[in-house]
């Protein structure tokens, strides 16, 4: 078991920053992948970013490429560093881990979850 826990979300303006956080810990040893994926009410879980647990490669949704970046640690923790935020990044993120090489940009392919952090973005 693997175990996830988000930190970092806030309230924050228009053009603002944030860097959420994500601390793994449990069988983490073959894990392949951590990410990130958000969910705004009423709509679906989607894509944020995604990166390999050795940190070598990274991967963006196009809606935040430029703006979001994803770094990894060798304390098991994996962030992303929001800047230039807008009102349509709002929404409860969350962190994702897998064991999966698969297609890194669909949630059902991650096997673990955190709780979810809030990040609200006002105009």
């Known amino acids: 078991q693997v175990q996830l826990v988000e930190s970092g979300g806030g309230y924050v303006q228009v053009g603002g920053s944030l860097r959420l956080s994500c601390a793994a810990s449990?069988?983490?040893?073959?894990?392949?992948?951590t990410g990130w994926f958000r969910q705004a009410p009423g709509k679906e879980r989607e894509f944020v970013a995604a990166?390999?647990?050795?940190?070598?490669?990274t991967y963006y949704a196009d809606s935040v490429k430029g703006r979001f970046t994803i770094s990894r640690d060798n304390a098991k923790n994996t962030y992303l560093q929001m800047t230039s935020l807008k009102p349509e990044d709002t929404a409860v993120y969350y962190c994702?881990?897998?064991?999966?090489?698969?297609?890194?940009?669909?949630?059902?392919?991650?096997?673990?979850w955190g709780q979810g952090t809030q990040v609200t973005v006002s105009s």
């Open positions: 990166i390999s647990w050795s940190g070598g490669n």
């Open positions: 994702a881990a897998t064991y999966s090489t698969g297609s890194w940009y669909r949630p059902e392919i991650y096997n673990y």
């Open positions: 449990g069988r983490t040893l073959t894990l392949y992948r």
